[in-house]
């Protein structure tokens, strides 16, 4: 779990590190809203195992008579970000983040204009920025992450994602994400799970959006986590300064080891949706009781994107579903969902 | 933040690591009952400026005419454990429960038996264990609080809470809880705060009886943790085995680092009673709008003890409240709580 800065995944480098949100998803975020008994709580998921089996958690562990009851502080419900509520491809939100900040990190420092990687992001040629290396990804990410105190680092984060916009749909990134989750996510509420993320994303960044978009509040935001360091401002003002230290790497591995840091219980249901949430969901079905993991397939290109390489889907590098981790799921009941033949809208705003 | 888990603190070594309860403490903890409008919220409480500071902070923070208006999601209360909520002396609980632990690791060890320091300990002579150096202390606390997974670590601090008992009230420690301050608690959740533990003491301990005892869901309990590895058990079922690597030192600079890991705001007020909350207290009171810190002032040795060395009190070397503390509160406007002069009542058993 802890580990050098150093990483051989793109998002550890850029995305373990930050975000906030003026959005505007037509989804009531916040409060428990009582559902009446004989409405669907998932009015966007056609009927599928993953909609039933959820539906059967949810009555099996909040009904007093059942044998696999939970009392209410036992009801934690665990969700990976990226991928899994919301778009990741063709990049990771908070990588744009990254390469947005730098023209404000070189208007700091001038000195750094001439200098690569950050004369490369500043030209604006994706073709070169695509191909910048591990190295270069992580001088961005200290330059646009660290040496502020994290109440900055906050506000930068909302002023970004009030603005920025997502290429392909022209809407900003906190529209972006899947309906079918925010009513899974509402619908767990409801009944009286605390529900959370665990990302391999940053905590610092997701945390600034996570109330307002996912009705999640901040402490219940786990993801990767630099260290900070007390200290006082120039006014004496103490304050905490983000460090390039990698605290959390929350992923694979990490995860259930970041939710004993943070939550400290183990979950009764997951969502994920690639080879880094597979610890997530064996930590959480290898508990006694009523459990449950599911993993989202991207397989609905004209709708949102397909890759895998599972099921013959393309192998995009992002959000990776092997092969091994489908027949896992098969083996141990973990619950696919197609977004293509399980969801009927895919976002807020689908008709 | 991320240290060895060599240290030169007691607690650190011993404390910074385990607990749960069946405790029976006559208050009633959980919910939020409703307070009638005109009723005294803190009524083992004197009136004394800690008191009048409390409920002039929540009536400000919480009137949505005030100026200085919180919204409900930015009301966040810390408190520090021991020696602010529970006895701390003669010796921190989670070191009881240590030295308690050595004869059942030397039942399944039994190679143990002569090796010292067990043997000492098992000896049970009081002064030889009083002795014992900080190497040897940090050795019972790898054999009682390491190696285990974390569900059968719960396990065991839950059957020693529920039959443990302090030597001076012959009572569970549970049960020696300050009730001013668990009326604190409950005033404060009663208006929208979220109350977090920051203890210098182990996070894994401390969850496993803080719901009972204050209220305190396991999430929000923030304290010193061990590091665990993901892993399988001989049944292939997923666990997570404690280690004997220190993540986070929950005290001084720690305390600040650790609420913005584990919680991501600042607080609002912050609770604590020696030198190791000086920082959560210094990191809360540099916030901008209302804010308040409190340190508890243990001066009544009938009821409770006196220790300091702050006006004159016994230095005992545990919860270290220094006379350049004490001044730096007059300076900042934190209120100093006198047991012996403010509070009325200092247990929930007391008459």
Redesign the interface.
């Known amino acids: ?2 580990k050098k800065f150093h990483g051989p995944d793109r998002r550890l480098v850029l995305g373990g590190l930050v975000v906030l949100p003026l959005l505007s998803v037509t989804w009531p975020t916040g409060g428990a809203q009582a559902q009446p008994a004989a409405a669907d709580p998932l009015p966007s998921w056609n009927d599928c195992p993953a909609k039933a089996a959820i539906i059967d958690l949810v009555k099996t562990t909040t009904d007093p008579a059942s044998p696999k009851f939970i009392p209410v ?1 036992g009801r934690i419900a665990t969700f990976d970000q990226d991928g899994t509520t919301w778009v990741e491809h063709p990049i990771y939100t908070q990588v744009v983040y990254c390469l947005d900040r730098v023209a404000d990190v070189v208007k700091a420092k001038p000195e750094l204009k001439g200098v690569e990687p950050f004369k490369t992001v500043l030209s604006g040629d994706r073709a070169a920025i695509a191909k910048l290396t591990l190295k270069d990804l992580e001088k961005i990410a200290v330059a646009t992450l660290t040496g502020m105190d ?2 900055t680092f906050q506000a930068q984060v909302a002023t970004w994602i009030e603005n920025a916009k997502d290429a392909r749909w022209g809407r900003p990134y906190t529209e972006l994400v899947y309906q079918p989750m925010l009513e899974a996510m509402f619908y767990l509420r409801d009944n009286g799970y ?1 529900t959370y993320f665990v990302t391999g994303g940053g ?2 960044f997701v ?1 600034v959006y996570a ?1 307002r978009v996912y009705g999640i ?5 786990v993801g990767s ?1 630099l ?4 200290g006082h401002d120039a006014q004496g ?4 300064i983000k460090e390039p ?1 990698l ?2 790497n929350d992923d694979k ?1 990490g995860k ?2 970041g939710i ?7 979950p009764v249901i997951a969502f994920g949706n690639s080879v880094g949430d597979r ?1 997530m969901l ?2 959480t079905t ?1 508990g006694a009781g009523a459990r449950l993991g599911l993993l989202v397939l991207h397989d609905d290109p004209a709708r949102e994107y397909a890759y895998g390489p599972a099921r013959g889907l393309p192998d995009t590098k992002i959000g990776t579903f092997t092969p091994a981790l489908d027949e896992e799921a098969a083996k141990r009941g973990w619950k696919v969902i197609s977004m293509k033949q399980d969801w009927k809208r895919i976002f807020p705003f689908d008709p």
Chains 1, 2 share one sequence.
């Open positions: 779990m802890i502080e994290v109440e605390k905590q610092d945390r109330q509040p901040r402490e219940q935001v986590a260290g900070v360091k007390f003002k103490a304050v905490l230290r605290v959390l591995a259930p080891e004993h840091l943070e939550i400290g219980a183990r610890e064996d930590y290898s």
